[in-house]
């Protein structure tokens, strides 16, 4: 029973996070329709600000903020665990101070650096669009200064059992850049967009403080590099932060290859990825968000690993639960969704088609990313950075080698191939290693997964039977229907099949008499 009303506090945790994380993710995604509607896939000022924009998003800030937080948790909640608080916050005051000076002067380092970086990915024939990309990057260069302040700070409040303001950090950065879009675009144009993305990584550390300040933490300059626990995390950090660039590495090389092959491409592969970032994050951030603190504190105290190999195994599948009805609608309505979210303004039918074509291709890839994003962490949680980043290092040269094959074959599809392949090949091997370490993958296991598979196929017959008389609908309502039949199809085969984690979900929303029953 104990265990059972734990699983529903945290499902109720999870729920709340994944609430909050929906909203910000909308926000995101209305950004980018907003951004794309204005910019569209052709002009100049679309490729020399996705360029800009791209860089310290996707690489700076996303590897070096994923490698912050992931390489902090571990050791911060070791030191919570064995020593006192206040000895854990010296070590976050320490560690944000180093943060801060190495990503400072990162940016001051990339600032001087950007007109080398513009005329690599534009080629010697497109000058204005290099002159345009290199002072917009500039510019939002310094976002990765701000993004790991915020990320180290995520880190700490996640410790520390604050889940919610991590969690809506980027709706405010959001509001700001869609103010922006709305009142100012006009005059200020996209050198005025990129100074608002400057803003809203500053408010983003800024909804840290008083938060903390209520849980104790008061942030002074400390900067102690033979402190034992800062040593630690520097021994990690670079190992995760290798490990986090199977994204960002892949992405930039994928749509620099594309963008060769056809500018718009890199516009439209972009518009895919945001959809199918934009919606897995929604599911996969909620899940690690709450879940990588709590590996890291079992970890800390648990020489048998015993909690640690349950709360591992729950999060596999009940992230799989999600993930995997997702992916086939996904699919399915790759299209509809395209065309709802983005064809408007300068985004054209023909930029429909083919970014629908990346994201069908990208949907396969889902489970793939799901189990990278908790696998990772739970090798990150054990103090293992060496592990996943060699499956990295090996699923990055598989893209290298699956993009430069089929690039000029599929076009757009090409580089989404390299992509899907390299995250389902880490997400898979990363977990074989863990499954065969901790033994994790059992009979129950494996019978669970293949009744999820059937309710997925039972849902996905039905869509592809219903989606062709949908398939010219413009509207939200249309497409919102077409999902919450699917939703409903999917969920009513898991109860009836007694999948668990469709009775977590029913207790959850009928108050707890299936977890009673159960």
Known sequence: MAVKDSQISATKTISVVMVLVVFAKISGLLRNMVIMSLLGTQSTEAAAFTFASFLPRNFLDAAFAAAISAGFIPVFNKVLEQKT??????????????????????????????????????????????????????????????????????????????????????????????????????????TGLAFAFVIGNILQVLIFWLPLRRRGFFYRPKLNLKDEGLRQILRLTPMVMVSSWLFPLTAMLNGALAARANPAYFVELEAASVIYLVLTGMFILSVTNVVFPKLSKEAARDDEMSEFRKTLTGAVSGMTFLLLPMSAGIFILREPIVRLLFERGEFTPEATSRAAFALGILAVSIIGYGLVSIMSRAFFATRDGKTPMFITIAAIVLNFLVVIGFVEILGIGGPALAAAVSVNFAGFVMYGILAKRLKILDKPAALNFAKMLLCTAIMLLVLIFIEPLVSNWHDIFSLALITILGVAIYFVAAVVLGIKEAGLAKSLIFGGKGAKDE
């Open 85 to 190: 608080k206040e000895e854990a916050f010296d070590l976050a005051r320490n560690f944000i101070t180093f943060v801060g000076i190495v990503s400072l002067a990162v940016s001051v380092i990339g600032f001087f650096s950007v007109q080398m970086i513009a005329g690599v990915h534009f080629g010697a024939d497109e000058v204005y669009a290099t002159y345009m990309g290199a002072g917009l990057l500039q510019i939002m260069i310094f976002t990765m200064f701000f993004t790991s302040i915020a990320f180290a700070l995520v880190g700490l409040s996640q410790s520390l059992g604050g889940f919610y303001i991590p969690s809506l950090m980027s709706l405010l950065s959001n509001v700001v850049i869609i103010a922006y879009l709305l009142l100012f675009f006009e005059d200020g144009g996209v």
